[in-house]
């Protein structure tokens, strides 16, 4: 199975604050890769898939990049709405395995 | 709209099976791959298998290889999962969710709609 390690496992930021979250793999997945937001009581929901392709309906400034065995999600300006744990999760081959989340907490 | 929408909770004692259902609404049932992925309690995202609700295929994932199982029923639009030899350790909030199109074999696409989870728990 591919394994993903996400880091940092939780970050504190102010409102407006750039964050950054990291995801690698194991081996290589191309661009098979999605992140996920679950908040608080909530059933996860999809933001970005193919790396980089937001989900409709997510606001721009949640972004994705990367390939092989290296990703990142980036919030560029931290909203309080934002308090949240972030997956990401390869899609490359089966079982399409989840990294172990970041929380993202609002200082 | 698009929506699943799960049974309710369940309490079990360790030893017994637990079916959950999860009924698909506002799209064609058949058209989309449905997934299960699980929860413990303070815990991360946990990937169980893969039901092709077409045909009615499975896949698992080795770890409940030999204790899960996924249905569907077409004419209600509905799949279930279930688990037997319940331990303490399968208390979960257990989540149905759809994939990708199941025309062009679209396995690998992301998770778009996720159900409301259903809570497991396991207790004697």
């Known amino acids: 199975d591919i394994q993903m390690t996400q880091s940092p496992s939780s970050v504190s930021a102010s409102v407006g604050d750039r964050v950054t979250i990291t995801c690698r793999a194991s081996q290589g997945i191309s661009s098979w890769l999605a992140w996920y937001q679950q908040k608080p009581g909530k059933a996860p929901k999809l933001l970005i898939y193919?790396?980089?392709t937001l989900q409709s309906g997510v606001p721009s400034r949640f972004s994705g990049s990367g390939s092989g065995t290296e990703f990142t999600l980036i919030i560029s300006s931290l909203q309080p709405e934002d308090l949240a744990t972030y997956y990401c999760?390869?899609?490359?081959?089966?079982?399409?395995?989840f990294g172990g989340g970041t929380k993202v907490e609002i200082k | 709209q698009v929506q699943l929408v799960q049974s309710g909770a369940e309490v079990k004692k360790p030893g017994a099976s637990v079916k959950v259902s999860c009924k698909a609404s506002?799209?064609?049932?058949?058209?989309?791959?449905f997934h299960w992925v699980r929860q413990a309690p303070g815990q991360g995202l946990e990937y169980m298998g893969i039901i092709n609700p077409s045909f009615g295929s499975t896949t698992y994932t080795q770890k409940f290889q030999v204790r899960v199982t996924m249905t569907r029923d077409t004419s209600t639009t509905t799949v279930y999962m279930e688990l037997s030899s319940l331990t303490s350790e399968d208390t979960a909030v257990y989540y149905c969710?759809?994939?990708?199109?199941?025309?062009?074999?679209?396995?690998?696409?992301?998770?778009?709609?996720w159900g409301q989870g259903t809570v497991v728990t396991v207790s004697s």
């Open positions: 193919a790396a980089s």
């Open positions: 506002g799209y064609t049932f058949t058209t989309f791959y």
């Open positions: 969710v759809r994939g990708g199109s199941v025309v062009g074999t679209r396995r690998n696409d992301p998770f778009d709609i």
């Open positions: 999760q390869q899609l490359n081959s089966f079982p399409f395995t």
